[in-house]
């Protein structure tokens, strides 16, 4: 298995690790990073990694406390983050991927994962990461190859650089009360001090951490050095956007998902974006990074 891998056209570099969780470790655009790798949180004897970028399945943010209930049975899923209570982001950032296919400017990457006790389910996944002119593409499928129904759900989560006087502009009807961290359980309307449509400053959102819904499907980054802009366009299946904003950070996250925050612990699950995929069925999202200088 190879440790790393590189995409690029010349213009693109990124660096691919398929044997840590299919993650990206640098992405940069004509020699400036258009996502900055963070330190993510090790689980229980796994080594800490610094990415930009990992794929969220078979569901995306938290699961509250690591359990939810399908078709009658209650499924309880290991904590995989030290000091965290809950289960986070999924199975593929935390395993190793194939490289099923490179050819220079895309790779595609696969995973297969076997029904267990804690997630009863087989499931297939893939991903493609791929380059032309100034966008960088990327593909995450799951497959359900077992003869029962399965739950699911898929995400994104890139880290973008922060600098002074970044701003974000991003359009969304709703957002889910409480932050992403209280597990909120209602839509409502966007208050002035989480509203991204007049693309604030992001030093102005310090402390954003939240699930909007019914957003455009597009983010767009305004840099002022070197002058740029970076658009983000999700796909329809990506009906949800987690923007994190933390403080004190050089980073920051738009993350396009396919459900909200504990979508399947809601009353409705379907409702906020929780998948059921029938056996033999096949979902996928996409989203698209776009760098242009201003």
């Given at each position: 298995m190879r440790n790393t891998l590189e995409v690029g056209d010349g213009r693109w570099k990124i660096v691919v690790a398929p044997?840590?969780?299919?993650?990206?470790?640098?992405?940069?655009?004509?020699?400036?990073?258009?996502?900055?790798?963070?330190?993510?949180t090790p689980a229980s004897r796994r080594p800490a990694i610094r990415c930009c970028h990992f794929p969220l399945i078979p569901f995306s943010n938290r699961i509250e406390n690591g359990r939810f209930?399908?078709?009658g049975e209650t499924v309880s899923l290991p904590r995989n983050v030290v000091g965290s209570p809950h289960a986070l982001h999924g199975h593929g950032w935390q395993t190793a991927w194939q490289v099923s296919e490179s050819d220079g400017a895309s790779c595609a990457l696969t995973y297969q994962r076997k029904a267990t006790p804690d997630w009863p389910w087989p499931y297939r996944a893939r991903q493609t990461i791929a380059v032309a002119g100034n966008s960088l593409y990327l593909l995450l499928a799951i497959e359900n190859p077992g003869s029962a129904a399965m739950p699911g759900g898929l995400g994104f989560?890139?880290?973008?650089?922060?600098?002074?006087?970044?701003?974000?502009?991003l359009s969304a009807a709703q957002v889910w009360d409480g932050n992403?961290?209280?597990?909120p359980?209602?839509?409502?309307d966007i208050p002035a001090g989480l509203e991204f449509h007049g693309a604030p400053r992001l030093a102005d959102r310090e402390g954003t951490d939240h699930c909007f819904d019914g957003w455009s499907r597009r983010a767009t980054i305004r840099?002022?050095?070197?002058?740029?802009r970076v658009t983000l366009d999700g796909c329809k299946e990506t009906s949800h956007a987690i923007v994190y904003v933390p403080a004190n950070a050089d980073y920051f996250c738009v993350e396009p998902v396919s459900h909200a925050v504990n979508a399947m612990n809601l009353a409705d699950p379907a409702a906020a974006g929780w998948w059921?995929?029938?056996?033999?069925?096949?979902?996928?999202?996409?989203?698209?990074?776009?760098?242009?200088v201003t």
């Open positions: 044997s840590l969780g299919g993650s990206l470790l640098a992405c940069d655009f004509d020699g400036v990073p258009v996502l900055r790798a963070a330190p993510q209930r399908f078709d989560h890139p880290f973008f650089p922060r600098s002074a006087g970044a701003r974000l502009e992403a961290a209280g597990f359980t209602v839509r409502a840099y002022e050095h070197p002058a740029r059921t995929l029938e056996a033999g069925e096949i979902r996928s999202i996409s989203m698209t990074i776009r760098c242009v």
